[in-house]
T-cell receptor
Framework: GESVGLHLPTLSVQEGDNSIINCAYS??????FIWYKQESGKGPQFIID?????DKRQGQRVTVLLNKTVKHLSLQIAATQPGDSAVYFC???????????FGDGTTLTVKP | DTAVSQTPKYLVTQMGNDKSIKCEQN?????MYWYKQDSKKFLKIMFS???????INETVPNRFSPKSPDKAHLNLHINSLELGDSAVYFC???????????FGPGTRLLVL
């Protein structure tokens, strides 16, 4: 079966540093991936997505990298701020199955 | 205006009781979901509905019964609550099955 997993359950960075959150997936037929951010006490929120025909996609302070050869994607956050502290999930939408498979989540803590 | 809303936000109840959680979305989406998030932040899909029809039932005990009176609402009724049901339950919606999801704020259920 398919699985999506994050490499590290927790990540602690200094304010202003860059953060990199990693995710591995198993379904090579996936056509796109999504990153969600879940702040304390709230539901997950969409951050950015990337199609499988892309290697890189940039948003505001965030960049997604996709390496299909090793089935790996990463979320990079530039100049991490205290407001970035949250749990980050990668997700693999599967329109045929009618659901998204969520990774286990990485808790990012930003130290002032 | 809140896109996806859930009530109640907190629910504390005794084992054996029956309770309901309500969800409404005003995004005009066709698909709605229920997720369970445990204390380790794992997000597990429970149900998905598309146009009021059940699409996914992920081996959830039949004590859990979803009901979709219309496309904008997906309620979750739980019979004979057990200690292991304690978790945060999230409702979500998406424009199409398996696409980017918009989550509600969650319902924190504690069974004593």
């Amino acid at each position: 079966g398919e699985s999506v997993g994050l490499h590290l359950p927790t990540l602690s960075v200094q304010e202003g540093d860059n953060s990199i959150i990693n995710c591995a997936y198993s379904n090579s037929a996936s056509d796109y991936f999504i990153w969600y951010k879940q702040e304390s006490g709230k539901g997950p929120q969409f951050i950015i997505d990337i199609r499988s025909n892309m290697d890189k996609r940039q948003g505001q302070r965030v960049t997604v990298l996709l390496n299909k050869t090793v089935k790996h994607l990463s979320l990079q956050i530039a100049a991490t701020q205290p407001g970035d502290s949250a749990v980050y999930f990668c997700a693999e939408p599967n329109t045929n199955a009618g659901k998204s498979t969520f990774g286990d989540g990485t808790t990012l803590t930003v130290k002032p | 205006d809140t896109a996806v809303s859930q009530t109640p936000k907190y629910l504390v109840t005794q084992m054996g009781n029956d309770k309901s959680i309500k969800c409404e979305q005003n995004l005009g989406h066709d698909t709605m979901y229920w997720y369970k998030q445990d204390s380790k932040k794992f997000l597990k899909i429970m149900f998905s509905y598309n146009n009021k029809e059940l699409i996914i039932n992920e081996t959830v005990p039949n004590r859990f019964s979803p009901k979709s009176p219309d496309k904008a609402h997906l309620n979750l009724h739980i019979n004979s609550l057990e200690l292991g049901d304690s978790a945060v339950y999230f409702c979500a919606s998406s424009q199409e099955l398996g696409k980017t999801q918009y989550f509600g704020p969650g319902t924190r259920l504690l069974v004593l």
